[in-house]
């Protein structure tokens, strides 16, 4: 009995410690699982609140990614057949300004209403890899001969579109696109956009690639869709606060800037929902031409980047260098060292200006040539005169003597064989005794200067060689001597931000084989302004 009553007991006890096991072990289970949800919940926040891939993206990776049939560019010459509205047409005017800093050969049409269209065979060849309309209804409403010619070339000879549709204030709330499965919905304000990853049409554009805010104006147009040749490659979100039309889908993320594959009709085309002032618009537009000409007219990824600063001493009293503006040109150096290895400022000094500002300016002096190994160097004119002005060659020789003199007292090096003319003056039109100058007291090599031919527009900048001397086509910044107060710059310093989202520096830094660039696949590179990057700037 005494053994019955033991066994019972121990059966009990067993049953409520498999019982108590059993409870905890839920209990834990359900803590782990809810610390898990939180942390992947506070994960995907985490993603949202970074500048990674919009998450809203997945609903565009959950579709079946389809595939465009590959370019054939070897049917057709690398050229570009651009329609535009009339010859001064502003967005004609910056793509024309693209396609000639590019290198890319190209024909101008002004389209007509009928959509007349020239000759676009030759010899059983065709003349045109690409075909620009700065108004995609132009195309669309071609008259159907027309059309039907341009269509059935471009299908046998692997040609491909590129339009723009620019809403203003006479567009009509939506529109349909004849022939084609798309929709545009136009007036509208847009924020928030993010880069496509998916997009294999990207080749300079970084993805994902998120930029915050509002886009400029409230004139977009946005495309909808319901076909699989169609393949957003900028999305963006609404700017709920502002109107827009109401036959207007809702949706999370609208497409600005779309792909169609081609497996519609067999023609590919990229569409723009907007001109080509948004910065990212700039870098899709040369991508498009990149990926639809078959990689015929496309930008090198490498990017060599010297960055001139001239006028070191000079400048009146309040504008000069102080010890802090020393410490944040290296503290920027180093900076751009994480990008762009072993970066270094070179700097055009004129001796004659050291220590003639106020007590702190004369202490940045100090401090610079304490620092002197941190930079490269290159010689100015000792007074900053302009050489054009020396009408004989010894006075000029005289300065440059008086500028290495002081180069060797200070311990500034100067073997570098690069010098700049104050005002580049002399060296376009060429000023013969500047040249002879600086081959007998400085060894010169390289020089630059922004004269040659023209100075406007940049782009037709070339480089050429006098007396053996090599004059590479620069570039400018916008920054000067009378313009280096960030609030006082000319305009206001929307101007200057302008130039630099989307503007002429970002051409500069886009289009030109030498330049910086961020947010984009560019291999970034530094080299002295030697000979052997000659034949890439003057050609």
């Excluded at 880069?195 to 147009?221: F, Y």
């Excluded at 031409?289 to 010297?306: A, P």
């Excluded at 280096?484 to 084989?513: C, M, V």
Aim: net charge negative.
């Amino acid at each position: 009995m005494n053994l019955i009553v033991k066994l019972r007991r121990s059966f009990r006890t067993l049953v409520i410690l498999l019982a108590t096991f059993c409870l905890a072990s839920i209990v834990i289970s359900a803590y782990y699982l809810y610390t898990g949800y939180k942390q992947e919940m506070a994960f995907m926040e985490t993603a949202g609140e970074a500048e990674c891939e919009d998450l809203r993206l997945l609903a565009y990776r959950s579709v079946e990614l389809k595939t465009a049939k590959p370019i054939d560019p070897s049917k057709t010459d690398p050229t570009v057949l651009l329609f535009v509205e009339s010859q001064y047409s502003r967005l004609g005017q910056d793509i024309i300004a693209i396609l000639e800093s590019s290198r890319f050969q190209y024909h101008m049409v002004i389209a007509p209403a009928k959509g007349d269209i020239p000759p676009l065979t030759e010899n059983g060849r065709g003349k045109y890899t690409i075909v620009i309309y700065e108004n995609i209804l132009k195309y669309v409403s071609m008259d159907s001969w027309n059309r039907e010619l341009l269509e059935k070339y471009c299908v046998e000879y692997s040609v491909s579109i590129i339009g723009f549709h620019k809403a203003n204030e006479n567009s009509s709330p939506s529109t349909k696109l004849k022939g084609l499965p798309l929709h545009l919905y136009n007036n509208v304000a847009l924020k928030d956009c993010v880069v496509n990853s998916q997009s294999p049409l990207l080749h300079i554009t970084k993805a994902p690639r998120i930029e915050k805010g509002s886009l400029p104006g409230e004139d977009w147009t946005v495309f909808q869709f319901n076909h699989s040749t169609y393949q957003p490659v900028l999305l963006t979100e609404l700017q709920t606060s502002r109107p827009h039309p109401s036959a207007l889908p809702k949706a999370a993320l609208y497409a600005t800037v779309i792909q169609d594959l081609g497996l519609h009709d067999g023609i590919q085309r990229v569409l723009f929902g907007n001109n080509l002032t948004f910065w990212l618009h700039k870098l899709i537009f040369i991508d498009a031409i990149s990926f639809l000409s078959g990689k015929k007219l496309t930008l090198s990824l490498d990017r060599y980047i010297l960055v001139d600063i001239d006028d070191i001493f000079v400048g009146k009293e309040g504008t000069r260098m102080n010890i802090n503006d020393v410490k944040a040109l290296l503290e920027t150096q180093n900076l751009l060292r994480t990008q762009v290895a072993n970066f270094t400022f070179n700097l055009g000094f004129s001796g004659k200006f050291y220590h003639t500002g106020t007590e702190e300016e004369d202490e940045g002096d100090d401090l610079l040539l304490r620092s002197a190994d941190e930079f490269w160097w290159f010689l100015h004119m000792w007074s900053h005169m302009q050489p054009h002005l020396f009408h004989n060659e010894s006075s000029l020789v005289e300065q440059m003597v008086l500028n290495r003199e002081f180069a060797i007292e200070h311990g500034i090096p100067t073997g570098m064989g690069y010098a700049v003319a104050p005002h580049h003056s002399g060296v376009y039109p060429v000023h013969i005794q500047l040249y002879e100058a600086w081959k007998k007291v400085w060894h010169i090599q390289v020089t630059s200067t922004e004269e040659y031919p023209h100075l406007k527009p940049a782009r037709y900048r070339r480089g050429f060689i006098h007396n053996g001397i090599m004059v590479l086509p620069r570039q400018t910044c916008g920054l000067f001597t009378h313009t280096i107060f960030y609030k006082e710059y000319p305009g206001g310093p929307q101007e200057l931000d302008k130039s630099i989202r989307g503007g002429e520096l970002f051409l500069t830094i886009l289009l030109n084989p030498v330049a910086y660039a961020s947010d984009s696949h560019f291999s970034l590179r530094i080299l002295p302004p030697v000979g052997k990057i000659y034949s890439d700037l003057s050609s």
